[in-house]
């Protein structure tokens, strides 16, 4: 599965400059609204030791990492969900990801406007949410006006969904968003048919000068104060710094960022947040042909993951063949694990579990 992160912060917080520092695709950055008219998408190789570790074992043809998606939105202000700015295009972008990436601004610079003229975090934190909540709002009303002559007649599916409706809207009416409403099982099946926006996992990225990136500051405090309730993760990154980290040579970049006490790189850190937040895990598969990384989700039985390298593999599935990496790397090789009884056998129900070494066996 491939997994779709959007990029999203009002004009000028830095996040076309944090996306450059992502990967191979580059947005314009420039220092006005609306510089990134069309959403930017870049593809993000996961780095993971644990291929490194299969690749020496097997010796493979190729490794194939798993990825991530990037998608730079353009900038959004007040009036999004009433079409201001590029407020449609804007909304409609985000439907089509998986997880929300929030860039605020968390820095002092006087040469880069602000479009609020002033450093806000919650200020620019609350922007997005209304106008994601207004438009929430809107696509419920909708739906209302569909149903409510239904429910009056009695009809019971009608009854049920009008009132998980009218529950979600009174829930965002009051500047909640969709996420932080306890749910069932049918409520949940509304809010993915709805698509609604304010239901999408967020994280937040605080952009912040270098002189911040350890310790951060008072607007990093702030941030993190003001979507506490949501218990939402802060990441905190300096998108000057990322961007001499994507123009140092790999084997330089090391001695790069122990000047600045850093043990791993800003994107380092946002795929291992974006993963958490996701609920995501990888399974391995190694064969001479090719070691390769898939990314599931936790909680996924043995037909589901090898559903995600082909839907016919789920079909047909009959039994999947599993080795934990440790007993990967202590025997050396996939015989040697069989011979010393660490392949298992598993059936349908098998829990798939972070860093498996899997074969399945299928029905074609």
């Known amino acids: 599965m491939a997994l779709k992160c959007g990029i999203v912060g009002l004009p000028n917080v830095g996040k076309s400059t944090l996306f450059n520092a992502l990967g191979s695709a580059r947005a314009e950055a420039a220092n006005f609204p609306f510089c990134t008219i069309e959403p930017n998408i870049g593809v993000v190789s996961v780095s993971d030791e644990r291929l490194k570790i299969l ?20 900038g959004l202000v007040q009036g999004a969900s009433k079409g201001e700015g590029l407020g449609n295009q804007f909304l ?41 909540q207004l438009k929430d709002i809107e696509s419920i009303d ?37 996420r932080t409403m306890e749910a069932g099982d049918g409520e949940k099946a509304f809010v993915k048919e709805l698509q609604l926006l304010t239901a999408k996992p967020v994280m937040y990225m605080a952009n912040v000068d270098e002189a911040s990136i350890i310790s951060g500051n008072r607007h990093v405090d702030a941030l993190k104060a003001d979507v506490a309730r949501e218990n ?8 000057s710094i990322e961007s ?17 006490g850093l043990k791993e790189s800003g994107l380092q850190k946002l795929i ?85 070494v899997m074969h399945f066996r299928f029905n074609v």
């Open 92 to 132: 409609a972008n985000i439907r089509e990801v998986d997880a929300i990436i929030h860039v605020v601004r968390c820095f002092e610079d006087e040469n880069v406007i602000h479009v609020a003229g002033g450093i806000d975090p919650a200020f620019d934190r609350e922007v997005i949410d209304i106008e994601l």
């Open 232 to 239: 939402a993760e802060v990441v905190v990154v300096s998108a």
């Open 244 to 260: 001499q980290i994507a123009e140092i040579d790999p084997e330089e970049r090391e001695l790069f960022m122990e000047e600045y």
């Open 272 to 356: 291992r947040a974006s993963y958490s937040l996701l609920n995501l895990i990888t399974y391995f598969t190694a064969g001479k042909q090719e070691v390769r990384a898939w990314t599931i989700q936790n909680g996924w039985k043995a037909p589901q993951a090898a559903g995600v390298i082909h839907t016919d593999f789920e079909k047909g599935f009959i039994k999947a063949e599993v080795i934990k990496l440790d007993d990967y790397q202590k025997y050396k090789s996939e015989s040697g694990c069989r011979e010393a009884g660490k392949l298992a056998i598993e059936g349908k129900e098998y829990l798939v579990k972070d860093g498996d």
């Open 142 to 178: 909708k739906r209302i006006l569909r149903v409510e002559k239904l429910a009056k007649t009695g009809e019971a599916n009608a009854k049920k969904e009008l009132m998980i409706a009218q529950k979600f809207k009174a829930h965002l009416v009051l500047g909640h968003n969709a």
């Open 55 to 74: 690749e020496e074992l097997v010796s493979p043809e190729k490794v194939i990492p798993t990825v991530i998606e990037f998608v730079d939105i353009a």
